[in-house]
């Protein structure tokens, strides 16, 4: 079966400009996670949804980042305006029943 | 809040040798466990999970790992190393819904 599948795989921007990543589940994963992961640290959930509602985003820095699932399918983050302290791996995942999480290969970014 | 601890951010061993990487989290009610890991260039994938029953459990490529519900701890170990296992290890705790929480990550290099 296909992956998760997440574009750009790097982006490189200055501080105050916009970004926006994009990911794409496995098909039928009614959960999909957005994950920051800054070097040296491991995965800082962001936000979650459950189909294309959100469960928990109390960790979304909501005054710059957004994000949203529309159909319950894909899902876009959004940063706007990016701080140096940005940069990190944006990494979305989805969920099964059994718990496991599949990750795609994250979306690079380097905030200058 | 829940949180969860990897006791080593580096591990250097030689091929053959004995593994242990530690993990403790914080959370007195039902948990889910998890080891992802993460070898070079590539996406996180899971190794092995615990959800109930029989507390030693078996992954992929040799790994186990302990639940011990008294320790809070689910430890990964592997009897014998291969240069192949370097790569990044992350415990993860999942406490019912859809939160999966990790830690901050071991980085495991196997020398040849």
């Known amino acids: 079966e296909a992956g998760v599948a997440q574009s750009p795989r790097y982006k490189i921007i200055e501080k105050r400009q916009s970004v926006a990543f994009w990911c794409n589940p496995i098909?039928?994963?009614?959960?999909l996670y957005w994950y920051q992961q800054i070097l040296g640290q491991g995965p800082k959930l962001l936000i979650q949804f459950q189909n294309n509602g959100v469960v928990d985003d109390s960790q979304l820095p909501k005054d710059r980042f957004s994000a949203e699932r529309l159909k319950g399918v894909d899902s876009t983050l959004k940063i706007q305006p990016a701080k140096l302290e940005d940069s990190a791996v944006y990494l979305c995942?989805?969920?099964?029943?059994?718990?496991?999480?599949?990750f795609g290969e994250g979306s690079r970014l380097t905030v200058l | 809040a829940q949180s969860v601890s990897q006791h080593n951010h580096h591990v250097i061993l030689s091929e053959a040798a004995s593994l242990e990487l530690g993990c403790n989290y914080s959370y007195g009610g039902t948990v889910n466990l998890f080891w992802y890991v993460q070898y070079p260039g590539q996406h996180l994938q899971l190794l092995l999970k615990y959800f109930s029953g029989d507390p030693l459990v078996k992954g992929i490529k040799g790994f186990e790992a302990e639940f011990i519900k008294s320790k809070f701890s689910f430890n990964l170990r592997k009897p014998s190393v291969q240069w192949s296992d370097t790569a990044e290890y992350f415990c993860?705790?999942?406490?019912?819904?859809?939160?999966?929480?990790f830690g901050a990550g071991t980085r495991l290099f196997v020398k040849a």
């Open positions: 993860a705790v999942n406490t019912g819904g859809f939160k999966t929480i």
């Open positions: 995942a989805s969920r099964v029943n059994t718990g496991e999480l599949f």
């Open positions: 098909s039928g994963h009614a959960t």
